[in-house]
């Protein structure tokens, strides 16, 4: 049988912690990552201002990805579209277009509650 590599994300447009570690079933689940997203400062051109916010949530999403090597399940939470987008993101990347998603709306958790939701959906 396969190996399965499963993670979770919880995440809102600023931050995220990503759970994982599963390289076989039965194996519990860590806390891999907290992800900061950068704020993107006030630009006068409105133009320059939507760029650079694609730009910084690119590289956001590009980080909490780097800590799911060679997944095949994620389940992403939060609050907000942001996992909406980032399932998007995770369905246009090569190495992610073989993985099963899925997505919840959750509050802000503690790690330990969210290891225990991510355990729970997966």
Known sequence: MNKQKQFGVWMDN??????GGADTEGEALTVLAH???????????????????KTIQAKFFKEI???MVNATHVHVTGTGQAQEKFISY??????????????????????EKLIDFITGKL
């Open 65 to 67: 990805a780097s800590h």
């Open 14 to 19: 600023h931050q995220a912690t990503v759970v």
């Open 35 to 53: 992800v900061k997203g950068e704020v993107n400062s006030p630009n006068s051109n409105e133009k320059h201002s939507n760029n650079n916010e």
């Open 90 to 111: 995770l369905a246009s990347t090569p190495q992610f277009k073989n993985s099963k998603t899925a997505e919840s709306t959750s509050n802000k958790m503690s790690d």
